[in-house]
């Protein structure tokens, strides 16, 4: 999977503090290429699996603050890299599928590991069972994304104007999966850390 490398490869080549992840064209992504999928023997399913996983994770893992501009269809492997990302940003004409049920498959690149946890193991099942496409309300009011808006890189934007050390600090300490005392441990370090160079002194 070519493109999913060189999509990995520019996340971990880039030094802003935002990456800002996008379609294109018309789609945001239409999913894994179905002429590809219909190849896939026992030697390269999982190498093809493990490429749309790491790609997801490479957003996920990333330094940057990743956000997904979504504008257009999401299907299937479009979804599953955008839950990866840190923020998903849809404009009005966004729509959204976990379309591989249709197939007799389902979305293997980190897609039922990521789905419930961001929209709540109802939605995710309800998304995941029935395929059908939900629009970028429906997509607003479980969760999926954060925001409909006209241009999400305006947003990407907003948070790329802050200090690229406070992002971090941010995206480790909300993606922090250990436990509540060893994350409120750690909290307080980082937060004593980064008041030593805060812009107190500028606050309006």
């Known amino acids: 999977m070519p493109a999913l490398a060189d999509l990995r490869d520019a996340v971990a080549a880039s030094d802003a503090p935002v990456v800002y992840l996008h379609g294109a064209g018309e789609a945001f992504c239409s999913g894994a290429d179905l002429d590809v999928v219909a190849t896939l023997d026992d030697d390269s399913v999982e190498a093809f699996v493990q490429a749309g996983q790491r790609t997801a994770s490479a957003l996920a893992e990333a330094d940057a603050i990743t956000v997904a501009g979504i ?4 299907r299937g492997g479009g979804v599953e890299l955008a839950l990866g990302c840190d ?3 849809a404009t009005p004409e966004a729509t959204f599928a976990e379309s591989g049920v249709s197939l007799g498959l389902f979305g293997a690149w980190g897609g039922t590991a990521r789905l419930p946890r ?4 109802g939605e995710a099942m309800d998304l995941a069972l029935t395929g059908e ?3 970028a309300d429906a997509a ?5 994304v954060s925001r409909v808006v006209e241009d999400p890189k ?3 934007e907003t948070i790329a ?3 690229p050390a406070t992002l971090r600090a ?3 300490r909300l993606r922090d999966t250990d436990t509540q005392a060893v994350q409120e441990k750690r909290e307080a370090e980082v937060f004593a850390r980064l008041l030593e160079t805060a812009a107190l002194d500028d606050r309006a």
Do not use: N, T
């Open 140 to 144: 607003l009011r479980m969760g999926l």
């Open 87 to 89: 923020l998903r940003v």
């Open 133 to 135: 496409v939900v629009d």
């Open 170 to 172: 941010i995206k480790a």
């Open 154 to 156: 305006a947003i990407a």
């Open 161 to 163: 104007a802050h200090e």
């Open 118 to 121: 961001i929209v709540g193991l």
């Open 71 to 74: 504008d257009g269809p999401a």
